[in-house]
């Protein structure tokens, strides 16, 4: 048999065994019990509009305050890594080691409670200090991203910069960053996706009604209606949110691929 034969053989043989699984999950389904559980219409209406305008409008407002405060303490640690003075790159070394190794999930809860507890501090609103737990841990993998990003740039850049007299300060702000910050969009609009994912983490905090993102918002719905439509519900928000920007990050990808 030709090998461009056994090709198109296998290639039909997998297509096959994806429709006989298709088949299998079609039948074996209780439809019925989806369409209850899952898919209850009355109970999708009574989350709307609450759904968009208090929790997903939280999960927004956490993101960017997360993503504004890790993106400001990322260019701080990625600067002081590459510093030529040692207790700099140490100090940020061992952040940046630390905060991404932990569960943000543990860092969270530890703002959430174990700070209060430890100082008799609780500020208002609750959700502060989570949101700081999610900060210190975006600034570690952020703070990693810049520093990719700067050592990207050419050095030549940076010694014609150097050559037209510029200090090692101004030419790292007007020639290096902005090169760097235009090289790492994309990966940083992607860390904007794991941060929106990452709000979910919040409901720990026990938030205030007002102040629910979209997770805690279908946990008490599903609590108070028995049915897990809410999750569907909330599901479907994050997508809404996400996939435009996973779609956003793959075009600058492709546009910066043609670009070199």
Same mark, same amino acid.
């Given at each position: ?126 959700? =502060?200090? !989570?949101?700081?737990?999610?900060? &210190? %841990?975006?600034?570690?993998?952020? #703070?990693?991203?810049?520093? @990719? /990003? ?34 790492? =969009?994309? !990966?940083?609009?992607?860390?904007? &996706? %794991?941060?929106?994912?990452?709000? #979910?983490?919040?409901?720990? @905090? /026990? ?36 996939? !435009? ?16």
């Amino acid at each position: 048999m030709k090998r461009t034969t056994r090709t198109k053989v296998n290639r039909g043989a997998l297509y096959l065994l994806f429709v006989v699984l298709v088949l299998v999950v079609v039948l074996i389904t209780d439809w019925d019990a989806v369409k209850t559980n899952f898919l209850d219409v009355d109970i999708a209406k009574e989350q709307f509009p609450d759904v968009v305008t208090t929790a997903a409008k939280n999960t927004i407002f956490y993101t960017v305050m997360a993503f504004i405060g890790g993106l400001v303490l990322g260019l701080l640690l990625a600067l002081m890594k590459l510093s030529p003075v040692a207790p700099y790159r140490w100090l940020a070394t061992v952040y940046i080691e630390i905060f991404r190794g932990l569960p943000a999930l543990l860092v969270i809860f530890g703002f959430a409670f174990a700070v209060p507890i430890a100082f008799q501090w609780q500020p208002e609103p609750r959700y =502060i200090l !989570p949101i700081l737990g999610l900060i &210190v %841990v975006s600034a570690a993998y952020i #703070a990693e991203t810049i520093r @990719a /990003g700067i050592q990207a740039v050419p050095k030549g850049q940076t010694e014609a910069a150097r050559s037209l007299g510029m200090g090692p300060s101004w030419t790292m702000i007007s020639v290096t960053l902005p090169q760097a910050f235009r090289i790492v =969009i994309p !990966p940083l609009t992607n860390e904007v &996706v %794991v941060l929106i994912k990452d709000t #979910a983490l919040l409901f720990i @905090a /026990g938030m205030a009604l007002q102040d629910r993102e979209l997770t805690t918002f279908a946990r008490d719905a599903v609590s108070t209606s028995s049915n897990s439509t809410p999750l569907v519900i909330a599901g479907l928000m994050y997508l809404v949110v996400t996939i !435009p920007l996973t779609q956003l990050v793959a075009y600058m990808e492709r546009r910066m691929q043609r670009s070199r």
